[in-house]
């Protein structure tokens, strides 16, 4: 069992930054490709960025590519989303989630099915 706490979501104007950090508890973090998605009011949960178990590989939405930066600190059980140049349509409830194994162990990493745990979910607002 891994439990999985998101913090860092808030109200910013566009153009500002935020960071999202994701504290994990339980099982051994390192064994598990972590990720990020959103969900916006009326919309389905989308795939936002995903890092391998080292940190050395990642992944991004088209959406977010160049603005936002996912990182982890496996000492620190730790997994964080960096987003700078936020816009209204950023705004939304951003997820951690935990799919253990390397990326393409199994599944994909785009898929919500294919995730093993869940945070509670940040909301995070951009007003223009």
């Known amino acids: 069992q891994v439990q999985l706490v998101e913090s860092g979501g808030g109200l910013v104007q566009a153009g500002d930054s935020l960071r999202l950090s994701c504290a994990a508890a339980?099982?051994?973090?390192?064994?598990?490709?972590m990720s990020w998605f959103r969900q916006a009011p009326g919309k389905e949960r989308e795939f936002v960025a995903a890092?391998?178990?080292?940190?050395?590989?990642?992944y991004y939405a088209d959406s977010v590519k160049g603005r936002f930066t996912i990182s982890r600190d496996n000492a620190k059980n730790t997994v964080y989303l960096q987003m700078n140049s936020l816009k209204p349509e950023d705004t939304a409830v951003y997820y951690c989630?935990?799919?253990?194994?390397?990326?393409?162990?199994?599944?994909?990493?785009?898929?919500?099915?294919?995730?093993?745990?869940w945070g509670q979910g940040t909301q995070v607002t951009v007003s223009s």
């Open positions: 989630a935990a799919k253990f194994g390397p990326v393409g162990y199994s599944g994909s990493i785009y898929d919500t099915a294919d995730y093993d745990y």
């Open positions: 339980g099982r051994t973090f390192s064994s598990y490709t």
């Open positions: 890092i391998s178990w080292s940190g050395g590989d990642t």
